[in-house]
């Protein structure tokens, strides 16, 4: 698997352009991106990060990391996914960088997604749903959710996100409207972000493999 996720990160490096701020998300797959940018790193202006765990990889090979208050509008966020359905819709936040994640693919024009094979699926919800709460909205947060959905919030206990908050992960869901479900969830205080990417998906999937797979 991980061989599938090193040809996706290294197939992302076509997207990138000359003088661009490169969006760079979170996870096992982007630190094959991430390896593959090192390698033309004096081509890129930057990157603009969506973890602390991305930044010290960026910066260990030299990569200059841009606020993305002074960076602009991007022109490329790449990102992996723990689901993505057939219209590029995803589920994201297992590494727990989700708004981070979120705010640089809503900055960015063209969002491509790195993923393996094993995370392409009809309908998402296998994967248990991440859900990124202010710490003391947690139990109101997961009985709206129990209300909402029906499916049942775990707290991810020990895991605190990069801006201090805690995440919920929803299992037993199967979404047949996630554009619905993202706009619904966002609704209820205390929720920070919610790790469906439907109402902005990705534009390109790459799936890895030999060749790598071009969505
Ligand atoms: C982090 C994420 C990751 O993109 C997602 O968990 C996939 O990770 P990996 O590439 O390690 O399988 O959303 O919050």
Redesign the pocket.
Known sequence: MSEA?RLAGEKAVDYVEDGMIVGV??????AFFIDALARIKHRIAGAVS??EQSTQRLRGHGIEVIDLNNAGPLSLYV????ECDPHKRLI???????TR?KIIAQASEKFVC???PA?RVDVLGKFPL?IEVIPMARSLVARAIVAQTGGQPVWREGVNTDNGNWVLDVHGLAIVDPVAMERELNQIPGVVSV?LFAQRPADVVIVGGEPPMVL
Request: proline share 4%; no cysteine; charged share 25%.
């Open positions: 996720k998300g979170t996870g096992s797959t982007v969506s973890s990102d992996g996914a723990d994201k936040g297992g590494g727990a960088a989700l994640e790195i993923i393996d995370k991440p790790g």
